[in-house]
């Protein structure tokens, strides 16, 4: 099995493939390799798409590399591999982002990115550091986690949700902020999952393992 972390110019991509290709070891869950070439995304098993910045610039990175944006399309759309976005790479799912000016996103999770505005005044934004998870909906990328398990984030826009059964998870900043989004064989972590310890290495292996 192959695991492509996609290269656009966009992501923190040295950390997220040490876990990877950590828990694929543990796992026997194949090869993980960070990837800019086209074929390599259209072959691979399952991919997985980091992001850091801001909405607009990363998806105009994403679509600079036409090749890439086009074979990932088709690997999720038509084939239906397993697709994993994090941080940024997870609000690039939504239909719109609304950071700086409004970008359209992929269109794969209904719904709009917009800045996070918690009740409490005091609540500094951007969201930093550790937070709990609260899992609305059950799914095999939870696989012993539970809610009270931490992650940690470094956002300061998060996904408004359309249809509130494809927010798996979400966390509480003095207001709902979503953490987990899926439905068929996607996914997103806002949070950065090779940054949350035992929680997100326990996540990214259940990725890896899922066979949806």
Partial sequence: MLTAIIDYESGNLHSAHKAFER??????AGEV???????????????????????????ASLKGHSGIYA???EAVEVKGRPFLGICVGMQLMASWGREYEDTQGL???EGEVTK??????????PHMGWNDLIIDHPHPVFDGINTGDHAYFVHSYH???????????HVDYAGDVTAVIGRDTMLGMQFHPEKSQTTGLRMI???????P
């Fill in 71 to 73: 074979a990932m399309v």
């Fill in 33 to 59: 390799v960070v990837t800019a070439d086209a074929d390599v995304v259209a072959r691979a098993d399952r991919l997985v798409l980091p992001g850091d910045g801001a909405f607009p610039s990363c998806m």
């Fill in 205 to 211: 292996a259940n990725f890896l393992k899922w066979r």
């Fill in 159 to 169: 996904m408004a949700v359309t249809d509130r059964a494809e927010r798996l998870a």
């Fill in 107 to 109: 269109g794969w999770i």
């Fill in 116 to 125: 996070i505005t918690p009740a409490d005044p005091t609540l500094k934004v």
């Fill in 23 to 28: 828990m694929a070891r543990e796992g026997n």
